[in-house]
């Protein structure tokens, strides 16, 4: 049974960081192109950040570059997610999302930016 578990979410003022992470179990964590995805109230889920099975290549979605950092312990089958300088607008519900032929998602870890 493939399992993708999130957690580091919480209350942060804008500027602060937090990691999140999302621990992988029953599939092939080594062959998994990984993905962070945040949905905001009232909007879609969209995309943020990846990174790719094999020689850790990232991307990510503009609002985040140079805040944000995606990475992965393939010993721990687990992908991170890094996030600095944090906006309100930051504020969403992220989920984890592991692709290896079909995609495979976390129950989401809420992230509030506010003062």
């Known amino acids: 049974q493939v399992q993708l578990v999130e957690s580091g979410g919480g209350l942060v003022q804008p500027g602060g960081s937090l990691r999140l992470s999302c621990a992988g179990a029953?599939?092939?964590?080594?062959?998994?192109?990984m993905r962070w995805y945040r949905q905001a109230p009232g909007k879609e889920r969209e995309w943020v950040a990846l990174?790719?099975?094999?020689?850790?290549?990232?991307d990510y979605t503009d609002s985040v570059k140079g805040r944000f950092t995606i990475s992965r312990d393939n010993a721990k089958n687990t992908v991170y997610l890094d996030m600095h300088s944090l906006k309100p607008e930051d504020t969403a519900i992220y989920y984890c999302n592991a692709r290896i032929g079909v995609s495979y998602w976390g129950q989401g870890t809420q992230v509030t930016v506010s003062s």
């Open positions: 990174i790719s099975s094999v020689a850790n290549i990232t």
């Open positions: 029953g599939f092939t964590f080594t062959r998994a192109l």
